[in-house]
């Protein structure tokens, strides 16, 4: 006789005879079930913290269950699951892991990355951890526990037609063979209209964070100016920048701190991956909904200085400082 699920009706019945303190056998009997398959019943669906059966939640469960049933793993193969979680705990955003992967062969969508990650959880992040998987979820740049429908999400306006593209700059700008390169981001808020400008320079990593009060192009190029004009000219060549509305007035920029201004393509974060690498150090100290207009210029600059001084495993576990002074024989550190 072949074997039959559970159905939703019995698991209710199931609920009711554990409420009386049904022993296993005879709630077995009951259902016309073996021992065996109430005790198999009750140990995938106990709830582990409140020791409850909920017949609802066992239904989903067995229902997904059968729908993944005999599926291969999500993404292609264990050379790209290696990296990709290798590199999602280095902190890289899964649109930096689809955009770099193809330096060991292989192709993956960013979404495809997103959903091996919430595959790793039941009910697609609102369950539990499935048995010999991994919560990668806090390794997200957004950690959410759940996936966030399309559209929930607030875009940034972005520049269109032509502008200085990234495929333009100078080869050195990749190599990272100079000082000089530099990148910038903002961080936004939704609590206020003050938000971070960050500035990384790409060989040392010496990283430049200052508060805007809005995100005005006007306003983003005050604050730019400010900070790159302590850097002497010579060490002031290119700057790397999204295309997000706060960068329009790129032309000013270049003419008062005679730099050249390059910009990534639209949703190409990776192409400023130092830049989204050190976004996500930051926000280790200013966490999402962090409200900037009640943090204080000390607290920013102290935070500039703990990610500045931190020794950097690709810089030979020197300091950003160390770095860019032993290379211009300048001193940023105040």
Not at 68 to 80: F, P, Q, S
Not at 151 to 159: A, D, L, P, W, Y
Not at 179 to 201: P, Y
Not at 277 to 297: C, H, Q
């Amino acid at each position: 006789m072949a074997y039959k699920h559970l159905t939703i009706e019995e698991r209710e019945i199931l609920q009711n005879l554990r409420w009386q303190m049904k022993p296993i056998r005879e709630i077995g009997r009951i259902l016309g079930r073996s021992p065996s398959s109430i005790s198999r019943e009750l140990k995938r669906n106990l709830s582990p913290e409140r020791f409850v059966y909920t017949p609802r939640l066992a239904q989903e469960r067995s229902l997904e269950y059968r729908h993944h049933r005999g599926r291969e793993k999500r993404l292609k193969n264990d050379a790209v699951r290696s990296y990709v979680v290798e590199h999602l705990k280095l902190g890289w955003s899964p649109e930096q892991i689809s955009g770099t992967i193809n330096t060991i062969g292989e192709h993956i969508s960013h979404e495809a990355i997103y959903q091996y990650v919430y595959a790793q959880v039941h009910r697609g992040g609102y369950g539990y951890i499935k048995p010999g998987c991994e919560d990668l979820r806090v390794f997200l740049p957004l950690r959410r526990k759940r996936r966030m429908h399309q559209g929930m999400r607030k875009e940034r306006r972005i520049i269109k037609g032509p502008l200085p593209s990234i495929e333009n700059r100078p080869e050195e700008v990749s190599l990272r063979t100079r000082i000089g390169d530099w990148e910038d981001d903002l961080i936004v808020s939704r609590s206020t209209q003050n938000a971070l400008k960050t500035l990384n320079e790409r060989v040392s990593g010496v990283v430049f964070i200052a508060r805007v009060f809005d995100h005005t192009a006007q306003e983003t190029n005050r604050v730019v100016e400010e900070r790159l004009n302590i850097v002497p000219k010579r060490f002031r060549k290119t700057l790397t920048r999204d295309r997000g509305s706060e960068n329009l007035f790129y032309q000013e920029l270049e003419e008062k701190l005679d730099i050249v201004c390059y910009f990534a393509n639209a949703h190409h974060p990776w192409e400023r991956g130092s830049n989204e690498n050190v976004n996500g150090l930051i926000r280790r100290y200013f966490p999402k909904k962090t409200d900037f207009s009640l943090i204080t210029d000390e607290e920013i600059r102290w935070v500039e200085y703990l990610i500045n001084s931190r020794p950097r495993k690709r810089l030979g576990f020197k300091t950003p400082y160390e770095v860019f002074f032993n290379r211009t024989g300048v001193a940023l550190q105040s």
